[in-house]
């Protein structure tokens, strides 16, 4: 799935599609996860979700390199996915587990993105919220029914213009209505529920795993190399910015931190409003590239199973009802935006900080003790922090 192209430098373009995979919506989410545990808590977790995330990230990559180089060229570019691979390593039940879970992960992260872009608009255009979420949930399905993956490189990197444009205005915007403070700062706050609100989010802030996966599987030559440098850059780019955008928001703004930062930013100015709206085609440019995992994976299972064509119309029902569902969750739960991270990161997180060690070590049983240590090193503390 190579979102952008070129001809000078292919670690560039894979760059910028690692990295706008891995900031989206949860990038919104940071400083009111830090706000939730404190400052001390919520950066302890930030960075091991880093970490792990980047780890785990490396690891997928190395087993979706691993079983291109079992197949032919074209059998693989039909053929590799999350659910092929959660397949290849535990039959049946990986595949039901691996699809089950993406699903949920995918969908309810995309939900998230409507909420987040329906809460803005809402806020700034002064329209009902009937009518925000109508426009929003066709201009999110819109996005999703393309056949070819190619009309996501000028999504992704309008996505990226707009993030850079509103994360420098925020900050801007920020130091001219509430200027930051320590004062704001707690070290330490909230009880286990707001510690597994902040888990959640967090969770979901680094958790790409499907996105990258299928940057991994078109990789040139030259790159596959390079590619856990290219991870390990672009995640901690990310962390880098959440920090700093973490920190900064809940210095501004303190226990009155929003749900959405964005929406701590007085509705009435208008180049507040520019910064949400900027804010909001990055996240909505997310859409899709979270869907798409989902929809490829289901198209390759209903086309072996004889109940799908992979005509053009048979390809945009299905992606119209993939998009659809989203939608759906959105409508519900458009005022809990925390909860939907938390139930999106959680999920998301089985497939960042679980599924990527299991697959290694049962697709690699002739691994060392020590990557076989490091590889139970992150489920462990994964399922340690969800409890």
């Known amino acids: 799935m190579a979102l952008v192209e070129s001809q000078s430098n292919p670690d560039v373009p894979v760059t910028i599609n690692v990295f706008k995979c891995i900031v989206g919506a949860g990038m919104a989410g940071v400083p009111y996860a830090l706000c939730c545990c404190g400052l001390i808590p919520g950066l302890v977790m930030l960075v091991a979700c880093c970490i792990a995330s980047t780890y785990t990230m490396i690891l997928l990559a190395w087993i979706t390199q691993q079983h291109l180089s079992k197949m032919s060229s074209f059998a693989a570019a039909k053929e590799v996915s999350y659910v092929v691979l959660g397949t290849t390593a535990y039959g049946q ?12 992960a995918q969908g309810v992260a ?3 993105y409507l909420v987040f872009v329906t809460r803005i608009l809402r806020d700034v255009l002064s329209v009902s ?11 999110g399905v819109a996005l999703c029914l393309p056949r070819s993956p190619a009309y996501l490189a000028p999504v992704s990197l309008l996505g990226n213009i707009s993030m850079i444009v509103a994360v420098s205005a925020v900050v ?3 130091s001219i209505y509430s200027p930051p403070t320590l004062a704001n700062i707690e070290l330490f706050a909230g009880g286990m529920k707001d510690w597994g609100i902040a888990f959640g989010i967090l969770c979901l802030s680094f958790s790409s795993h499907p996105e990258v ?3 991994a599987s078109v990789l040139e030559p030259a790159v596959v190399p390079r590619f856990p440098s290219i991870i390990t850059r672009s995640m901690m780019t990310a962390g880098a910015l959440y920090v ?3 920190v900064f928001s809940v210095a501004c703004f303190g226990a009155k931190t929003d749900q959405v930062v964005y929406n701590n930013l007085p509705a009435q100015s208008a180049y507040v409003a520019v910064i949400k709206l900027a804010m909001s085609v990055t996240v909505l440019a997310n859409f899709p590239l979270t869907l798409f995992p989902v929809a490829f994976d289901l198209e390759l299972y209903l086309q072996r199973s004889g109940v799908f064509s992979g005509s053009k119309t048979d390809q945009m029902m299905l992606r119209l009802g993939i998009g659809l569902l989203p939608g759906l969750v959105a409508v519900v739960f458009r005022d809990s935006f925390d909860l939907i991270g938390a139930v999106a990161g959680g999920f998301a997180g089985i497939t960042a900080f679980l599924m990527p060690p299991l697959l290694f070590l049962r697709l690699n049983p002739d691994c060392t003790a020590a990557q076989r240590i490091a590889a139970w090193i992150v489920p462990l503390v994964f399922t340690s922090g969800c409890h």
């Open 172 to 174: 801007a915007c920020g």
């Open 93 to 104: 039940t990986g595949k039901v587990s691996v699809w089950t879970t993406l699903l949920i």
């Open 244 to 246: 700093s955008l973490g």
């Open 129 to 139: 919220a009937l009518t925000t979420n109508l426009f929003v949930w066709g201009l």
């Open 110 to 112: 995309a939900a998230g």
């Open 213 to 215: 996966m299928g940057i």
